[in-house]
């Protein structure tokens, strides 16, 4: 069963407008997430991560929030720029996973020119 | 760069035959895992190791196993492989940190296909 969903699979933004990505997950015990960006025929690289004592949590063009109440966080890219388009997997982890990592289907980001 | 290499990042090989990719790290990482690939799926954690000699299993670990004898290396292993474990797979490290924080750090990725 996935504990951690992304239910677009792919999105389009116009070149300087908000891209806003979304994930979702099950398990309440997940404390600690993350979000991946991915070209093709490269590896994940990592993006940002929230703790979960936080709502927010900014780095430039990217911020994470998370509402732990509806176990929802988003990634928003502003502004956005070609070279964001990529495959954005969110990833987490729990007091009760140990080691474990969950990550997301992914969703494919096209930023437009 | 993370410090990851991957070997072999491509193979092509027929079913029932022993496959075994391998993991090298020169970032003395304690944490060493093995993802999966496939479209609609994400990314599924096959192993992982938390040090020499010490590994786990992940969701989908059945038809495959794993080997670690030192620190930098971490050797995935098919014994029989099956068409339905053609994917790409991801080696990604992790260092202990004193919270429970602590991101992965991927390879470049082995894409191996099963005829």
């Known amino acids: 069963d996935q504990q951690v969903k992304q239910n677009s699979p792919s999105l389009s933004v116009q070149e300087g407008r908000i891209s806003i990505l979304n994930c979702d997950y099950t398990n309440s015990m997940f404390d600690y997430f993350l979000w991946y960006k991915k070209y093709p025929a490269e590896g994940p690289t990592f993006l940002i991560s929230?703790?979960?004592?936080?709502d927010k949590n900014e780095d430039g063009r990217f911020t994470v929030f998370l509402n732990k109440s509806a176990k929802h966080l988003s990634l928003h890219i502003v502004p956005s720029q070609p070279g964001d388009s990529a495959v954005y997997f969110c990833?987490?982890?729990?007091?009760?996973?140990?080691?474990?990592?969950?990550f997301g289907t992914g969703t494919s980001l096209t930023v437009i020119p | 760069d993370a410090g990851i290499t991957q070997s072999p990042r491509h193979k092509v090989t027929e079913t029932g035959t022993p496959v075994t990719l391998r993991c090298h790290q020169t970032e003395n990482h304690r944490y060493m895992y093995w993802y999966r690939q496939d479209p609609g799926h994400g990314l599924r954690l096959i192993h992982y190791?938390?040090?020499?000699?010490?590994?786990d299993k992940g969701e989908v670990s059945d038809g495959y196993s794993v080997s670690r004898s030192k620190t930098e290396d971490f050797l995935l292993t098919l014994e029989s492989a099956t068409s339905s474990q053609t994917s790409v797979y991801f080696c990604?490290?992790?260092?202990?940190?004193?919270?429970?924080?602590?991101?992965?750090?991927f390879g470049e990725g082995s894409r191996l296909t099963v005829l």
């Open positions: 990604a490290i992790r260092g202990s940190t004193g919270t429970n924080t602590g991101e992965l750090f």
């Open positions: 990833a987490a982890r729990g007091r009760n996973t140990g080691n474990q990592f969950y």
């Open positions: 929230i703790s979960s004592i936080k």
């Open positions: 190791s938390y040090g020499v000699k010490d590994t």
